[in-house]
């Protein structure tokens, strides 16, 4: 089983809150491991939020292969962090040589560049350290953009949480959204990789639970874009649909449930938009999931969102006290980080709806 949560907070806040998020709801994870993506950074973050961010963990080797590439390719580092990291004997974690979180000014050719410009370099870089890092196993690079940090580790998550001092909140890590998931994905091969959140241009997801229709799904996405690729987990597919279905469909997010769950064919016929929703079946029929899941994601002008398979066969929960909204798949975790809440105005959203928050703390419901 999965455990995943979501913080949006009108102020920021340390990743220790999305631990104590979490902690109450081990039980239903199997302690193999912790992984996060913080966006909208403060902290020691909080002059370069319009610099790309690298997070990687790789070796050694890896270090000279992403400072080559970065300097050979016109990237200028501005600004570092290390995680301070404390080795104690007998946690259980699987640890990489190093940790990198780089911010980079843009090459001088590609400063005066367009949004869509500066993205598709940022993705390309990504994938090409991903590649040059994978040819000898030298480390990982997950995420490539501003003001978004991730983070991946193999392990018990109280003893990640332990070895990178998560537990301080000293106010040098932070962020007002944070995606969280405790558990590696034992499904298939253990890799950094395949632990959620995934993120893609601004777009970052966790799932809890299966998707049956991965190969369908894979196949139908490696040809649409180059940035679907890997494939570690089912789960990226609910990544990759996003993706596909805002950035290059540029479709309003209530359509995303109508294509990864159709409504039976019966129930189009009654709606005032049954030509757009039949086209969507016609069209994007191999996106459609299968399974038990729920998922939650965050969206890059920092709206988040959640939505279940058509059958709710996962828990989640939404609950809010004004200055904070966290989604999770148990309420024992709204009560370790909201007490004070209204605990009667908690959503417990159904198989038919998606979930958004605005920026400003407001919760949507859209019915299918």
Known sequence: MCR????????????????????????????????????????????????????????????????????????????????????????????MPCYMYHNYNYPDTWRHRGPEDRENLLLDTRLELRRLLAE?????????????????EIGDPLDIASFFRLWDDDGRLMAKNIVVQCRQNTNYKIVRY?????FLQGYS??????????????????????????????????????????????????????????????????RADKKELYAIRESLAHLEINGPNTIIGLLPDGKMITCCDSKKLRPVVVGGDGDMVAV???????NAILPSRNAGADIYPNEREMIVVDNDLAVQRWKQ
């Open 4 to 95: 995943i949560g979501c913080i949006k907070s009108k102020t920021p806040v340390h990743p220790s809150m999305a631990l104590r998020l979490m902690l109450p709801q081990q039980e239903g994870h199997d302690n193999s491991g912790f992984a996060m993506v913080m966006q909208d950074l403060d902290g020691v973050f909080a002059h370069y939020k319009d610099k790309p961010l690298l997070s990687l963990a790789c070796t050694q080797k890896g270090v000279q292969i992403v400072n080559n590439y970065m300097a050979e390719k016109g990237f200028a580092r501005l600004a570092e962090w290390t995680p301070q990291m404390e080795w104690q004997p007998g946690l259980k974690i699987v640890t």
């Open 136 to 152: 000898e196993n030298n480390g990982y690079v997950y995420s490539f953009w501003p003001d978004v940090l991730t983070l991946k």
């Open 194 to 198: 395949a632990a959620h959140p995934f």
């Open 205 to 270: 997801l966790c799932a809890n639970g299966e998707n049956t229709f991965f190969t369908k799904n894979m196949e139908f996405q490696k040809s649409l874009h180059r940035g679907y690729t890997g494939f570690e987990s089912d789960s990226q597919n609910f990544l990759y649909t996003l993706h596909y279905m805002l950035h290059e469909l540029k479709w309003p997010i209530k359509y995303y449930k109508h294509v990864i769950t159709p409504l039976p064919l019966v129930e189009l016929d009654k």
């Open 328 to 334: 999770t798949s148990e309420v024992c975790g709204l």
